[in-house]
């Protein structure tokens, strides 16, 4: 008896052995490429601000906005032989059910695209079978396309999604969005439900936003096609229902509820879903709490140091939010001033709208406090753009409100990762 007991036993165990990897879902890992952007016409500083301090609803300086104008004018003198090419309109539309991550084991990779001087980075994103290069932004909750809607004149040089040749599309009735920023710039239109694919990473019945509508600073850029925000659900500005990002309806079928963003300067770099590579950065990643109560990757940032000196008080209780759609980055006006400080030739120019410095110039790291821990971003990352012949613009600017954004030039030093999981965001160096 005894030994019937015991086989009694090991069937039950190798049983349990057996059944229990069955509970572990296999979940994914999908990655989206960039690649460097043949449309390259010249980087604007001004511009860069400009666009940023609208973005946030920031008081705009007179002399920010003139020197936006000028910049422009000069880019095109020096570079009037170099034309964009826009890409020919395409389509695609159809229906589809309640959202849902599609289940998948593989690891998918699309290419994607840094627009002109790294003012975005554009990457592939397949919406009911017609591929787009939309902005990812991780200061917005939208996800809203060029498309068959808007006039002849306003898609020219567009990739734009046609949703009568969806298969799975369904427009949502009654249901609208707009989305603006301080200037008025911005889309509105109509939305509708269909397949998302980044990379493999596959989403159904993910709300599209249809723009009829863009402002004229959509229309002159025919690199991209829309935006895809990663920021937290609760600034989606559909109505009458706020909708899930795409992030939020994926993260179920990620092996981890994670995305990173590993942008390099003219370099090839992704987003990636569901892993954090360790091998893309060097030494241990730093981990803080995000407040996601205004719907951004927000943190505290209230200190800071220059090439590894003692730290420095900036403003006490200061916040910052971690924003891939944004170029510069914009920090507490005495960061800005102390680090420029230390920077032979540097200042602030109001006819050039913000902090210049001899292009020669060697510029110190600086590290900020992100979350209570410090990061550090390279000099080399803070040369933006030339304005002139030997003069150049910073990629390290003061902001004109109490909200600092850390952009493109804090993701060149550092591969950044966003934990859905437990709202929190990590950091660590660039290889």
């Known amino acids: 008896m005894q030994s019937l007991a015991n086989l009694f036993l090991l069937f039950g165990l190798l049983a349990l052995a057996s059944a229990s990897p069955a509970r572990i879902q296999k979940r994914g890992v999908y990655k989206v490429e960039r690649v460097p952007n043949p449309n390259y016409t010249g980087r604007n500083g001004p511009r860069a601000l400009l666009k940023t301090l609208r973005k946030y609803r920031m008081p705009i300086p007179a002399s920010v906005a003139n020197a936006a104008v000028q910049q422009d004018e000069m880019i095109f003198k020096r570079q009037n032989r170099r034309k964009g090419k826009g890409h020919k309109q395409k389509g695609g539309a159809g229906k589809a059910g309640g959202a849902a991550a599609a289940a998948s084991n593989e690891t998918g990779s699309v290419t994607a695209t840094p627009e002109a001087n790294d003012v975005e980075y554009l990457a592939p994103v397949t919406i009911g079978g017609q591929t787009l290069n939309l902005d990812f932004d991780s200061g917005s909750s939208d996800l809203w396309v060029f498309n068959t809607q808007l006039s002849r004149k306003a898609t020219q040089g567009h990739t734009i999604y046609d949703p ?13 969005f707009e989305i603006s920023y301080g200037d008025g710039s911005g889309a509105a239109g109509n939305v509708g439900t269909d397949t998302v694919d980044l990379g493999g990473a ?12 863009v402002s004229q600073s959509f229309v002159q850029d025919p690199n991209n096609n829309g935006l895809l925000g990663l920021a937290f659900s609760s600034i989606n500005t ?19 509820p994670v995305f990173t963003a590993d942008l390099r300067a003219q370099a090839v770099g992704a987003y990636e879903f569901g892993q954090v590579d360790t091998s893309k950065f060097t030494g241990d990643m730093t981990w803080v709490p995000v407040n996601n109560t205004s719907g951004f990757w927000q943190f505290t940032s209230e200190k800071f140091a220059i090439d590894g000196g003692a730290p420095q008080k900036s403003t006490a209780g200061g916040q910052a939010i971690a924003d891939t759609g944004t170029t510069l980055m914009l920090a507490d006006s005495a960061v800005a001033d102390a680090y420029y400080a230390q920077v032979d030739g540097a200042v602030n120019d109001q006819a050039q709208g913000g902090f210049t410095f001899p292009c020669n110039a060697k510029l110190p790291d600086l590290q900020i406090d992100v979350g209570g821990t410090m990061a550090t971003v390279k000099g080399d990352d803070i040369n933006f753009a030339q304005v002139d012949g030997s003069t150049c613009f910073g ?17 060149k030093s550092n591969f950044v990762a966003f934990n859905g999981g437990n709202n929190s965001l990590g950091f660590a160096q660039h290889i």
């Open 238 to 256: 559909v109505q009458p229902q706020q909708q899930k990002t795409f992030f939020d309806n994926v993260m179920p079928s990620l092996a981890e």
């Open 164 to 176: 009568t040749q969806s298969k799975t599309f369904a427009l949502m009735e009654g249901a609208s």
């Open 202 to 213: 596959t989403v159904t019945a993910q709300a599209v936003e249809l723009a009829t509508a």
């Open 395 to 411: 990629g390290l600017q003061a902001t004109t409100a109490g909200l600092q954004i850390y952009g493109d030039i804090f993701f």
